[in-house]
């Protein structure tokens, strides 16, 4: 057992800068589980192309019906994950007032909570890493890592998301938010 692991579970990882034209090119994603035998996270700003209501054909009230999914990443995209919050769950499994539930089941209850802070983001699809796989990509500074907020979580899933948190960092984190997308046009 390495007594140099540490989880990165609730944490942010960010497009390092080099990952132009693959899939993760300026991504954001949520880690919501990290081991030792590997990682599950969820790309918070990529919008899906559908509704939760086409994809949970559950009882659910309208605006959680006709709010879109988001893309949560390329592996097994007909899988679900939910990520929901509210200003009374003070613990989660993810982080302090975040949880992640993947049985849509759950959903229901969920959906139909009278708590008005209830906030729910339904991903397909997810992004994951075997056992080190993660922990090399890092020390290759493929990701950068940052702390995790839960209003970005809830926020609008768009490119920005990369650029701004990039720009609220420190000034050479500012560099690359402000960089071409690909370094070489540099």
Known sequence: MNSQFQSLQGYLLLDGGGMYGSLFHHTVILLCQHSQEGAFGL?????????????????????????????????????????????????????????????PGELSDLANSVNPDHKIEVFLGYSGWGAGQLESE??????????????????????????????????QHRLLADSPDDLSWN
């Open 43 to 103: 790309v918070l700003n990529q919008p899906g192309n559908k509704l939760v209501g086409d994809v949970l054909p559950i009882n659910m009230p309208p605006s959680l019906k006709k709010q879109r999914t988001r893309t949560g990443g390329p592996v097994d995209e007909s899988s679900m994950h939910i990520l929901h919050s509210n200003a009374f769950m003070f613990q989660g499994n993810v982080m302090n007032n975040l949880s992640l539930v993947q049985d």
């Open 138 to 171: 890092l020390a290759r500074k493929a990701w950068l890592v940052c702390q995790a907020k839960t209003e970005l979580v809830f926020s609008d899933p768009d490119d920005t998301a990369w650029r701004n948190i990039l720009r609220n960092l420190d000034w």
